[in-house]
Nanobody
Framework: EVQLVESGGGSVRAGGSLRLSCEAS????????IGWFRQAPGKEREAVSC????????YLSDSVKGRATFRTDDAKHTAYLEISRVYPDDTAVYYC?????????????????????WGKGTLVTVSS
C-alpha cells in the first residue's frame, strides 16, 4: 500500500520561506512521478512541482519558478519542496501526490486526475 505523509505546514510571514516534506512508503514501481499540488481557498487545485523517479530535472510551475526548489532523497524515500520569498498567494493546502501510470518522465506534472496516490495535505498560511 502506497502512503504519502506530508509535514512542514504552518504559518509563515510574507517574504519568508517554507519547507515541506513528503515521506513516501510502498512505492515499488521503478518508474513513477512524485510531486506537489496545492489548492488555495476558492481556487482550483494547481500543480506546483513534480519529478520523475529516474530523472533529475524537476518541473516547477510558473507561480514558484525562481523561488522554489524540489528535490528527493531516495535513501529516506522523502521529497522536499522549499519555497522562498513567499507571498500571501502561496496560502493553500499543499498535497503530495504520486503516479505510477507513466512509464517515463514527461517533463511536466501530470494532471491531478493522473496522480493515483495522494497525501492528506498540509496547510500553509502566509500572512502579510
Amino acid at each position: 500500500e502506497v502512503q504519502l505523509v506530508e509535514s512542514g505546514g504552518g504559518s509563515v510571514r510574507a517574504g519568508g520561506s517554507l519547507r515541506l516534506s513528503c515521506e513516501a512508503s510502498g512505492l515499488t514501481d521503478d518508474d513513477y512521478v512524485i510531486g506537489w499540488f496545492r489548492q488555495a481557498p476558492g481556487k482550483e487545485r494547481e500543480a506546483v512541482s513534480c519529478i520523475g523517479s529516474v530523472d533529475g530535472n524537476p518541473y516547477l510551475s510558473d507561480s514558484v519558478k525562481g523561488r522554489a526548489t524540489f528535490r528527493t532523497d531516495d535513501a529516506k524515500h522523502t521529497a522536499y519542496l522549499e519555497i522562498s520569498r513567499v507571498y500571501p498567494d502561496d496560502t493553500a493546502v499543499y498535497y503530495c501526490a504520486a503516479s505510477t501510470l507513466f512509464s517515463s518522465w514527461i517533463g511536466v506534472c501530470p494532471q491531478g486526475s493522473r496522480m493515483n496516490y495522494w497525501g492528506k495535505g498540509t496547510l500553509v498560511t502566509v500572512s502579510s
